[in-house]
């Protein structure tokens, strides 16, 4: 699972794994709402609206790989690997849904996917995610040749798109899109389904099904029915 997700190099919350249909089950207290294709359209506040929250955002590079930032949603800190917080609108969503995400991988080492994990994921499948991550950074290290604690390697993908699929003001569920470098020079794009909760006055992403990304990510061909994000980098 390693070797084929290290030469997709494509999903950004699925950096240690291959891909597969994405299904996560909320454990929201209230659910979320349906979103229906209306109720994208862009509207009026931006960071309020699911059309608008993709943009005006300004980029941060994160180990390789360009993460979207927000002055006034969000993240107000970053510090000892975590990214927090976050504004209760679409847009924070969206940008703690990948801000988070991206850091419980374990290629980024201890430092960072422990504290994430730890504070920032939440579900019954976090410990599980945490295990996993151990095992996954031991491989990674001793193939990269990297002192203890370290990063074992850079990120090759890039962010290209989202979709809402659930939102309310305590939980929100988005599809995002990425897209890196396959085999042969092509580019591959890949779809992780992503849930955040509203626990403590900010956004908890779910730890994916069994505590493993492929459960939650799959292939595509196109970006068709997503909302890309413009000026990503």
């Known amino acids: 699972m390693l070797a ?5 190099a494509v999903a950004v919350l699925v ?5 597969a249909q994405p299904r996560i089950v909320s454990n929201a207290t209230a659910p979320a709402r349906a ?12 960071s309020g609206s699911l059309g608008d929250a993709g943009q005006d955002l300004a980029w941060t590079d994160f180990h390789g790989i360009q993460l979207p930032v927000s002055a006034h949603d969000g993240p107000r800190g970053t510090r000892s690997g975590l990214a927090w917080g976050f504004t ?14 991206v850091r419980t991988a374990a290629l980024w080492g201890p430092d960072i996917y422990q504290p994430t994990i730890t504070y920032e994921v939440t579900g019954p499948d976090a410990a599980a995610l945490l295990k996993a991550d151990s095992g996954d950074y031991a491989a990674l290290r001793a193939a990269a040749n990297v002192p203890a604690g370290q990063p074992a390697g850079r990120g090759y993908a890039v962010e290209a798109a989202y979709r809402f699929t659930a939102w309310s003001a305590s939980a929100a569920t988005l599809d995002v899109v990425t897209e890196g470098p396959g085999s042969g020079g092509t580019t591959v794009l890949a779809v992780t389904r992503i849930e955040v909760l509203w626990q403590h006055g900010d956004w908890r992403l779910v730890a994916p ?9 799959a292939s595509i061909s196109s970006l068709t029915g997503y909302t890309t994000f413009p000026g990503e980098g």
């Not at 950096?15 to 891909?19: F, G, K």
């Not at 209760?88 to 990948?98: K, S, V």
């Not at 099904?209 to 990510?217: E, F, H, M, S």
Request: proline share 9%.
């Open 35 to 46: 979103v229906s294709p209306a109720s994208i359209a862009p509207q009026a506040g931006a």
């Open 4 to 8: 084929a997700l290290l030469v997709l």
């Open 15 to 19: 950096l240690l794994r291959t891909q």
């Open 88 to 101: 209760d609108t679409p847009r924070g969503a969206l940008l703690a849904a990948i801000n988070i995400g």
């Open 209 to 217: 099904p069994r505590g493993d990304w492929v459960n939650a990510a």
